[in-house]
């Protein structure tokens, strides 16, 4: 299978928050693929550099050193936006933006700046993500901002859809959430990443949830990679 993204040697070296001089070491020397279509499951303890490394898929940040090819080419090679809009981000806290769940789904259409949007494709986009059954239809008319944390981070997930992104990215989606949330949410997940064939890239530090679910995993400690035979 041909990688979809592949890390070669990637570092990421940050300032030390208290003290501007010095640095830390986030991630050293990692390497690894992921195939189209698979999903990947970045665990580990916190601090370990997870959080960090998701972030480098979609260049919310670039390493320091080592490289990252994206479809073939060094993933800085391809715009910034279509890079963007091509992958979903899905973060730990769900954001909430003022204004009806309906029109929170609008809003990926809308603050596009690089692909104009008709209001007939937007509403049809709009449809299909309602029809995927994430949230009961009464919701969609209700203020966001009057969501549950569960019901919000389901629309977290239903916005990070609204493109048709390739890749799915989820910064530990269930944190904030209780166990009953949770399990509902990681069974969401699941059934939408293998319907719409998403390659997904999922962080998460508890191993309960690792163990139930149906990826590839990989283990960061000290911000590196641990050898599946030392697991």
Do not use: C
């Not at 300032?15 to 501007?20: A, D, F, I, K, L």
């Not at 959430?177 to 399990?183: M, N, S, V």
């Amino acid at each position: 299978m041909t990688a979809l993204y592949e890390f070669k040697g990637v570092s990421f070296v940050a300032p030390e928050r208290n003290h501007r001089s010095e640095t830390v070491t986030i991630l050293s020397d990692v390497s690894f693929n992921v195939g189209r279509g698979t999903f990947l499951v970045v665990t580990g303890p916190s601090g370990g550099g997870k959080s960090t490394l998701l972030r480098l898929f979609n260049r919310l940040a670039d390493p320091t050193s080592g490289t990252i090819i994206f479809e073939g080419r060094d993933i800085r090679e391809h715009p910034i936006l279509e890079l963007r809009r091509r992958i979903g981000w899905v973060p730990q806290v769900p954001v909430r933006f003022p204004g009806s769940v309906e029109s929170n789904l609008r809003l990926p259409f809308l603050l596009s700046k690089d692909h104009k949007y008709r209001p007939e494709q937007i509403e049809a986009a709009v449809s299909e993500l309602k029809s995927l059954g994430l949230l009961p239809e009464e919701l969609f008319k209700r203020d966001a901002t009057d969501l549950s944390v569960g019901e919000a981070q389901r629309l977290n997930l239903l916005r990070a859809l609204a493109l048709k992104p390739e890749v799915l990215l989820l910064d530990e989606p269930t944190s904030a959430l209780d166990p009953d949330a949770a399990d509902g949410l990681l069974a969401q997940i699941v059934r939408v990443r293998r319907e719409w064939n998403l390659t997904s890239i999922m962080v998460s530090h508890r191993p309960d949830e690792v163990a139930r679910l149906d990826g590839t995993i990989m283990r960061l400690e000290r911000g590196r990679v641990v050898p599946p035979n030392a697991l």
